[in-house]
């Protein structure tokens, strides 16, 4: 009998102290949200070594590592995530936001061009588009980028610096009349924009020169 409650007794102490540990266990992705990068980082790396199939800490340390500009590190962990999971949507966006950042065009469109094919309602479409519009400004394909970018404002209407690059593709695609349209939807939002005002006043003076 003495024995039977010694190994109740230890098995109430090891689940006492699992849950103690569960519940100050550090968690990566609450440090993140916090904008603790450096202290995601740390945790995440613990939680790879001591699990490299960890697909959650090869996600989280990658948008920390974004956070804090180190790209190299993002690629290398991004790329070791899509090993663990060919079709996780989150490492594909996260391997095209890597590219865009390093200059690597063609690599970063095709990365977001497949997560637009997989994920069709993903909750990170806004900021694809968004970034697809840049890499075609980048590349002089005005056209390319109004769509893109009309697109990513369609999802994100609030976002004032979204508008004035949509604006910007429209001016040098030589569509002067939607991209004053698109500059005073900027102002509209936010009157104080440097960057939309001088280009509705640069748009117009063209218009005005026709």
């Given at each position: 009998?003495r024995?039977?409650?010694?190994r109740?007794?230890?098995?109430l102490?090891?689940f006492q102290a699992a849950?103690?540990?569960a519940q100050v266990?550090?968690?990566?992705l609450?440090?993140?949200?916090k904008?603790?990068?450096?202290?995601?980082?740390?945790i995440?790396?613990?939680e790879?070594?001591?699990?490299?199939?960890?697909?959650?800490?090869?996600?989280?340390?990658?948008?920390?590592?974004?956070?804090?500009?180190?790209y190299?590190?993002?690629?290398a962990?991004?790329?070791?995530?899509?090993?663990?999971?060919?079709?996780?949507i989150?490492?594909i966006?996260?391997?095209g936001?890597v590219?865009y950042?390093?200059?690597?065009?063609?690599e970063?469109?095709?990365?977001?061009?497949e997560y637009?094919?997989?994920?069709?309602?993903g909750?990170r479409?806004d900021v694809v588009?968004?970034?697809?519009g840049e890499?075609?400004?980048?590349?002089?394909r005005?056209?390319?980028?109004?769509?893109?970018?009309?697109?990513?404002?369609?999802?994100?209407?609030?976002?004032a610096?979204w508008?004035?690059?949509?604006?910007?593709?429209r001016?040098?695609?030589?569509?002067?009349?939607?991209?004053?349209?698109?500059?005073?939807?900027?102002?509209?939002?936010?009157?104080?924009?440097?960057?939309a005002?001088?280009g509705?006043?640069?748009?117009?003076?063209?218009l005005?020169n026709?």
């Amino acid at each position: 009998m003495r024995e039977a409650y010694r190994r109740i007794g230890a098995a109430l102490f090891l689940f006492q102290a699992a849950a103690a540990y569960a519940q100050v266990r550090p968690d990566a992705l609450a440090e993140y949200r916090k904008g603790n990068y450096e202290t995601a980082v740390v945790i995440c790396k613990e939680e790879i070594a001591a699990n490299p199939s960890n697909l959650e800490s090869h996600v989280v340390i990658c948008w920390s590592l974004i956070r804090l500009g180190r790209y190299e590190e993002v690629r290398a962990y991004a790329l070791a995530g899509r090993n663990i999971s060919r079709y996780d949507i989150r490492i594909i966006e996260i391997l095209g936001e890597v590219n865009y950042y390093q200059g690597r065009n063609a690599e970063s469109l095709q990365f977001f061009q497949e997560y637009i094919n997989l994920a069709p309602e993903g909750g990170r479409l806004d900021v694809v588009y968004y970034f697809l519009g840049e890499i075609y400004i980048r590349l002089g394909r005005f056209r390319h980028a109004d769509i893109a970018l009309s697109t990513a404002v369609h999802y994100m209407p609030g976002n004032a610096a979204w508008w004035v690059r949509l604006a910007y593709a429209r001016e040098n695609a030589g569509d002067l009349q939607e991209a004053a349209r698109a500059y005073e939807q900027a102002l509209a939002l936010n009157a104080r924009l440097s960057d939309a005002r001088r280009g509705l006043d640069r748009t117009l003076r063209s218009l005005g020169n026709r």
